[in-house]
C-alpha cells in the first residue's frame, strides 16, 4: 500500500522557521509531481508549493521569497522550507503526490496533514 507521510509541523513564533517533510513509501515506480497545500480553518484548501520531476517549482505569490519546495528522489521525500513565519500561515498543511505504481497506473495521494501553528 502506497502512503505518504508528513511530518515538522509544530508551533512557531511569528517570524520563526521550520522544515515539513513527506515521504512516500510503498510500492513505487516513480513520483510525478509532488506538492504541499493548506488549509486554515474556514478556508478553502490551497496549493502552497510544487515541484514536478524535474525539479521545477512553482509557488503561491503570498510565500514566494520566504518558502522552498525540494524533493529528494532517491528518498521518495518531498520538503517545504519555511521562512519568516507570520500568522497568516497558520494552517493545516497536506503533502499530494503523482505517483506511478506501475507502468500502467498512476495515482494521486494525499497525506493526512500536519497542523503548523504561528503564534506568540
Known amino acids: 500500500q502506497v502512503q505518504l507521510v508528513e511530518s515538522g509541523g509544530g508551533l512557531v513564533q511569528p517570524g520563526g522557521s521550520l522544515r515539513l517533510s513527506c515521504a512516500a513509501s510503498g510500492s513505487i515506480f516513480s513520483i510525478n509531481a509532488m506538492g504541499w497545500y493548506r488549509q486554515a480553518p474556514g478556508k478553502e484548501r490551497e496549493l502552497v508549493a510544487g515541484?514536478?520531476?524535474?525539479?521545477?517549482?512553482n509557488y503561491v505569490d503570498s510565500v514566494k521569497g520566504r518558502f522552498t519546495i525540494s524533493r529528494d528522489n532517491a528518498k521518495n521525500t518531498v520538503y517545504l522550507q519555511m521562512n519568516s513565519l507570520n500568522a497568516e500561515d497558520t494552517a493545516e498543511y497536506y503533502c499530494?503526490?503523482?505517483?506511478?505504481?506501475?507502468?500502467?497506473?498512476?495515482?494521486?495521494?494525499w497525506g493526512k496533514g500536519t497542523l503548523v501553528t504561528v503564534s506568540s
Open positions: 515541484i514536478n520531476s524535474g525539479g521545477s517549482t
Open positions: 499530494n503526490a503523482e505517483i506511478r505504481t506501475s507502468r500502467w497506473y498512476v495515482m494521486n495521494l
